[in-house]
């Protein structure tokens, strides 16, 4: 049954301009292989030293993910603010933006920051930073 997860983590590795040629881009590059082995779409946001995770998969396929990326190094403080089961998929893919690119929502980020945001506000907020800078995105998921 397709569900969809929200999470927020602290980063652990270097999110600074640049960053995308050392463990940032390996992590970026072990979750889109892995998006596209689960046939997982949504997207991954950095922004202000977190990342923002959503995730539309098998229940089963994001359950094995978290598990993965909980034992990640790179990664702390990891928080699912969402699991649950939707009708149909928001997203055709998974993408990868740098949320200091073009995000406009300050409200947001600082209950991010503060460890106050919802799964809305993550959601709103991948969404914003999705449409105005997407670095990368996997081919679009097709079911057959």
């Known amino acids: 049954m397709l569900h969809r997860m929200v999470l927020v983590a602290r980063a652990r590795v270097d999110l600074a301009p640049g960053a995308l040629n050392g463990e940032l881009g390996i992590l970026l590059s072990a979750h889109m292989k892995a998006s596209v082995e689960r046939e997982m779409t949504g997207g991954l946001v950095w922004i202000d030293g977190h ?17 993965t990326i909980a ?14 089961p939707i009708t149909r998929r928001e997203h055709r893919t998974w993408s990868v933006s740098d949320g200091s690119r073009g995000l406009r929502d300050a409200a947001g980020v600082a209950a991010v920051r503060d460890g106050r945001a919802d799964a809305l506000q993550v959601r709103r907020l991948v969404s914003q930073c999705l449409r105005s800078a997407t670095l990368a995105a996997t081919p679009p998921l097709v079911a057959a």
Do not use: C, K, T
């Not at 990342?51 to 598990?67: G, I, M, P, S």
């Not at 034992?71 to 699991?83: M, T």
């Open 51 to 67: 990342f923002l995770d959503v995730l539309e998969a098998d229940r089963d396929h994001l359950r094995r993910f978290f598990q």
């Open 71 to 84: 034992e990640d190094p790179r990664i702390a403080e990891l928080r699912s603010l969402e699991f649950l």
